[in-house]
C-alpha cells in the first residue's frame, strides 16, 4: 500500500515515472491568475501567499493581481490618520494597476462630497465600462439626472440592459443602508 502521508514541508509530488513536479513549477501566468482569484475573495490570503516563496512573492506583485484585488476590507473613504503605511501603499498600487473598486470609490467621494463632479462622474464612468455593476448602477442614474437630453437618453439605456441582470437588485440592496 503507497504511504499517503504528506512530509512536512514538502510541495512535491512523485509521478509513477519517477518525475517530480512542483507547484512552484508551474508558468507565472498561471500563478498571476490563480493569485488575482485569491484576491478577488480575501487580501489576507493573498498577503499569506506572498509569504509562502519568492516565486509566489513575484507572482503575486503583478499588476493584475492588485487590478483584481477586493476593497471589501477597506473603508469606502480611508482616512489617513487610520490607514497605516502598508494600507495606503496598498490602495496607491490598486489604483495603479487600474483597479475599477478604487475608480468607483472616488468617483463616488468627487461626486458627493467635495466639488469635483465631473471628474467623479469620470471615475464612475470609467468603472461602469470596466464591469463594476454598481459604478455602473450609479452612473446610469446620474445619467438620468442630469439636464441634457443625451445625457439622460445614455443614463436610461444603461440601466435598461441592467435590468436583464441581478445588478439592480443587488445594488438597491446595497445603497438602502447608505
Given amino acids: 500500500m503507497a504511504d499517503l502521508r504528506v512530509k512536512k514541508g514538502s510541495n512535491k509530488k512523485q509521478h509513477r515515472d519517477g518525475s517530480v513536479t512542483t507547484i512552484k513549477s508551474l508558468p507565472k501566468e498561471l500563478l498571476v491568475e490563480i493569485f488575482a482569484k485569491v484576491g478577488t475573495r480575501s487580501i489576507f490570503d493573498l498577503c ?4 509562502c516563496c519568492k516565486e509566489f512573492l513575484r507572482a503575486a506583485e503583478d499588476d493584475y493581481v492588485y487590478r483584481h484585488a477586493s476593497m471589501e476590507n477597506f473603508a469606502l473613504v480611508p482616512l ?5 503605511e502598508k494600507e ?3 490602495l496607491k498600487r490598486c489604483r495603479e494597476s487600474g483597479n475599477s473598486e478604487i475608480a468607483y470609490r472616488e468617483g463616488m467621494v468627487q461626486y458627493f462630497n467635495s466639488s469635483k463632479v465631473e471628474s467623479g462622474l ?18 446610469c442614474m446620474l445619467l438620468m439626472c442630469r439636464q441634457e437630453e443625451g445625457e439622460r437618453k445614455q443614463g436610461f439605456d444603461v440601466f435598461c440592459s441592467l435590468k436583464a441582470s441581478t445588478c439592480v437588485w443587488r445594488c438597491r440592496k446595497r445603497f438602502r443602508h447608505v
Fill in 48 to 51: 499569506m501567499v506572498k509569504l
Fill in 122 to 139: 469620470e471615475n464612475l464612468k470609467k468603472a461602469a465600462l470596466e464591469g463594476h455593476d454598481e459604478a455602473k448602477y450609479v452612473y
Fill in 80 to 84: 489617513p490618520w487610520f490607514t497605516g
Fill in 88 to 90: 495606503s501603499s496598498f
